[in-house]
């Protein structure tokens, strides 16, 4: 491997260029994948849905573990390449296809049966989570490679300094692992950023359900729109004041302090009061 090459050799043993438009890092490095096989445990009876196989650095082993395995590739050169890899092998489905506009629906019917697994373009991460989530019954659970900075975020517990938008509305659907973190030396090319692994498990049961998911969002993206006000500043601009002095918590907090549990039943007094 040439550390300074932005180019990755394909097992056939054409030079793939890594293409920015597609945020593109191939992960090279086998102790790093070996690392990730093991975190995923893919066992023969499963369903897994790889999001940007690349150069198939995971895949054979997905393949060669899993009952059934759905590539989803965005890019033409590689989907072809994967496409001529896998010819023979009946297990394995190479989609050229753009994430954000796949419905789960139409690899699977049977709920908690999708194991989803990737290295996500960073630039597209959080906007790729929450488009698999809308089919969150489906799915048994998710692994993924992320900025370090976002595994952080999505992990973080109220009143740490990275708890925010994304933390409460990710915890809400999921139980969320930050499981080890990845150095940059293992792509190619080399990131400008730190990476991670994460788990997340959609919850079968939620421990939190409020009643509008929607109205949960509104409050959430009101209350971290300026953090740095009290939760009363901040919310009374779509809540009534009577309404916020009702409120069963102390609304002079600052709301990277409040749970996932204390939003929740904020967003069911601000669903109660616009029905």
Same mark, same amino acid.
């Given at each position: 491997?040439?550390?300074?090459?932005?180019?990755?050799?394909?097992?056939?043993?054409?030079?793939?260029?890594?293409?920015?438009?597609?945020?593109?890092?191939?992960?090279?490095?086998?102790?790093?994948?070996?690392?990730?096989?093991?975190?995923?445990?893919?066992?023969?009876?499963?369903?897994?849905?790889?999001?940007?196989?690349?150069?198939?650095?995971?895949?054979?082993?997905?393949?060669?573990?899993?009952?059934?395995?759905?590539?989803?590739?965005?890019?033409?050169?590689?989907?072809?390449?994967?496409?001529?890899?896998?010819?023979?092998?009946?297990?394995?489905?190479?989609? !050229? %296809?753009?994430?954000?506009?796949?419905?789960? =629906?139409?690899?699977?019917?049977? $709920?908690? @049966?999708?194991? #989803? *697994?990737?290295?996500?373009?960073?630039?597209?991460?959080?906007?790729?989570?929450?488009?698999?989530?809308?089919?969150?019954?489906?799915?048994?659970?998710?692994?993924?490679?992320?900025?370090?900075?976002?595994?952080?975020?999505?992990?973080?517990?109220?009143?740490?300094?990275?708890?925010?938008?994304?933390?409460?509305?990710?915890?809400?659907?999921?139980?969320? !692992? %930050?499981?080890?973190?990845?150095?940059?030396? =293992?792509?190619?090319?080399?990131? $400008?950023? @730190?990476?991670? #692994? *994460?788990?997340?498990?959609?919850?079968?049961?939620?421990?939190?359900?409020?009643?509008?998911?929607?109205?949960?969002?509104?409050?959430?993206?009101?209350?971290?729109?300026?953090?740095?006000?009290?939760?009363?500043?901040?919310?009374?601009?779509?809540?009534?004041?009577?309404?916020?002095?009702?409120?069963?918590?102390?609304?002079?907090?600052?709301?990277?302090?409040?749970?996932?549990?204390?939003?929740?039943?904020?967003?069911?007094?601000?669903?109660?009061?616009?029905?």
């Amino acid at each position: 491997m040439k550390s300074h090459s932005n180019s990755v050799s394909l097992d056939d043993g054409i030079q793939h260029r890594a293409r920015k438009r597609f945020g593109q890092n191939f992960l090279q490095d086998q102790n790093v994948i070996d690392r990730i096989i093991h975190t995923i445990g893919p066992q023969e009876n499963d369903h897994i849905v790889e999001i940007g196989p690349g150069s198939g650095a995971l895949t054979d082993q997905l393949a060669i573990a899993s009952m059934k395995l759905d590539c989803i590739e965005l890019d033409r050169d590689l989907t072809a390449h994967l496409e001529t890899r896998f010819a023979k092998n009946e297990k394995v489905y190479i989609r !050229q %296809h753009n994430v954000l506009k796949l419905d789960l =629906a139409e690899l699977t019917d049977k $709920k908690k @049966s999708l194991r #989803i *697994v990737g290295n996500l373009p960073y630039n597209i991460s959080t906007p790729v989570m929450f488009h698999l989530l809308k089919r969150h019954e489906l799915i048994k659970d998710m692994t993924f490679m992320l900025q370090l900075e976002v595994v952080q975020r999505m992990s973080a517990s109220a009143g740490d300094k990275n708890y925010g938008r994304l933390s409460l509305m990710l915890q809400y659907y999921c139980d969320i !692992q %930050h499981r080890f973190n990845v150095p940059s030396t =293992a792509f190619v090319p080399k990131p $400008k950023v @730190s990476s991670a #692994i *994460v788990s997340l498990s959609p919850h079968i049961n939620f421990p939190f359900q409020a009643e509008n998911v929607e109205d949960l969002k509104t409050v959430i993206r009101t209350a971290f729109n300026q953090r740095r006000k009290t939760l009363k500043n901040s919310l009374k601009a779509i809540m009534s004041v009577d309404l916020l002095d009702d409120l069963p918590l102390d609304v002079s907090l600052r709301p990277e302090v409040l749970s996932l549990a204390d939003y929740v039943a904020i967003s069911d007094k601000y669903t109660e009061e616009h029905q």
